[in-house]
């Protein structure tokens, strides 16, 4: 089953409102990345947040983490039309051993209409 | 390069033959891996490159799947026998390693979209 699990599956809003995605998973985490996916291609890291973190900024972007509740949240602020893309959480297991791949959840898919 | 090069970008094959997906990380990212990626789901670990260590094949769904690095350069992921349920986009990832993990993000290449028919 997938470390992180994004809600909701799917997001529609206006331009110029915000857009919150959410993302809840199992194990213990090192750190909590989001990404952003454009027409099923490559991702792009938008921004990462570490264990000890709770809340990190960049841009119009919006990062939370609660380890208590193993969840994480996405805050979009005065969305644009190329905003529009699928995003992802991916949590850095905390592992033992040497292995520290990334764990994607589902994605969200964004749409946000001009 | 600037970025990470996967190639083909795009790559059509019959059922039953076998293909070759490379991958050129970014200069000095000691670490590189491979992703598949199915049409509207999340992406599928396949396996794990960093530096002269074993790679983490633990993602590989079967023995027809297999992947080589050279150094820490190049890397070609190998699929035989191809099935139809291989289809799907291969994407290649590529980060930097400072002390035990790596507290960076990932650099994405492109991807391969595989089409088996």
């Known amino acids: 089953s997938q470390q992180g699990e994004e809600d909701p599956q799917a997001l529609s809003i206006q331009e110029g409102e915000n857009a919150t995605m959410n993302c809840s998973y199992k194990?213990?985490?090192?750190?909590l990345q989001w990404y952003r996916q454009n027409s099923g291609r490559g991702l792009v890291h938008l921004i990462l947040i570490r264990s000890n973190e709770r809340e990190k900024h960049s841009g119009r972007l919006r990062v939370t983490l609660d380890t208590s509740k193993k969840s994480s949240s996405l805050l979009i602020t005065a969305s644009r039309a190329a905003d529009t893309a699928s995003y992802f959480c991916?949590?850095?297991?905390?592992?033992?051993?040497?292995?520290?791949?990334?764990?994607f959840g589902g994605g969200t898919r964004l749409m946000v209409k001009p | 390069g600037a970025g990470v090069s996967q190639s083909p970008s795009n790559k059509v094959t019959e059922k039953g033959k076998d293909v070759e997906l490379r991958c050129d990380p970014i200069s000095g990212h000691t670490a590189l891996y491979w992703y598949r990626q199915r049409l509207g789901q999340g992406l599928e670990f396949l396996i794990y490159?960093?530096?002269?260590?074993?790679?983490?094949k633990s993602g590989l769904p079967s023995d027809r799947f297999s992947a080589e690095r050279t150094g820490e350069s190049v890397s070609t992921l190998t699929i035989q026998r191809t099935q139809q349920e291989d289809s799907a986009v291969y994407l290649c990832?590529?980060?930097?390693?400072?002390?035990?993990?790596?507290?960076?993000?990932?650099?994405f290449g492109s991807g391969t979209r595989l089409t088996v028919v």
């Open positions: 991916a949590t850095d297991a905390d592992r033992n051993n040497a292995g520290n791949m990334l764990t």
């Open positions: 490159f960093q530096g002269n260590s074993a790679p983490d």
């Open positions: 194990t213990s985490i090192n750190n």
């Open positions: 990832a590529s980060s930097l390693v400072q002390g035990a993990r790596p507290n960076y993000g990932y650099t």
